[in-house]
């Protein structure tokens, strides 16, 4: 059964850093890709970043591209996201999420719970 286990988040002031962290069990991490998503209150899941199988390449949304960095570490069985500059707009709940294919632009087939953030001004 594959889980997967955010962890990282926090409250933090605008211009911050936060890095999240997703540990992932039940499959062999490395021959998938990942990403994150958010949900701010009120508003629909919205994607953030993704990442595939071997790291070599990313996407991120407009709104966090040149703040966000997403990486993996497959050793290790873990996603990061290294979240810099923060807006107090960036405050949502944030899920890691895995497809069931290698390479990025497929969906997500496994979710976690979420970690929440939440960005003072």
């Known amino acids: 059964q594959v889980q997967l286990v955010e962890s990282g988040g926090g409250l933090v002031q605008a211009g911050g850093s936060l890095r999240l962290s997703c540990a992932a069990s039940?499959?062999?991490?490395?021959?998938?890709?990942m990403g994150w998503l958010r949900q701010a209150p009120g508003k629909e899941r919205e994607f953030v970043a993704t990442?595939?199988?071997?790291?070599?390449?990313?996407e991120y949304a407009d709104s966090v591209k040149g703040r966000f960095t997403i990486s993996r570490d497959n050793a290790r069985n873990t996603l990061y996201l290294q979240m810099n500059s923060l807006k107090p707009e960036d405050t949502a709940v944030y899920y890691c999420?895995?497809?069931?294919?290698?390479?990025?632009?497929?969906?997500?087939?496994?979710w976690g719970q979420g970690t929440q953030v939440f960005v003072s001004s």
């Open positions: 999420a895995t497809s069931d294919r290698p390479d990025i632009g497929y969906g997500w087939d496994y």
């Open positions: 039940g499959r062999t991490f490395s021959n998938y890709a």
């Open positions: 990442i595939n199988w071997s790291g070599g390449e990313t």
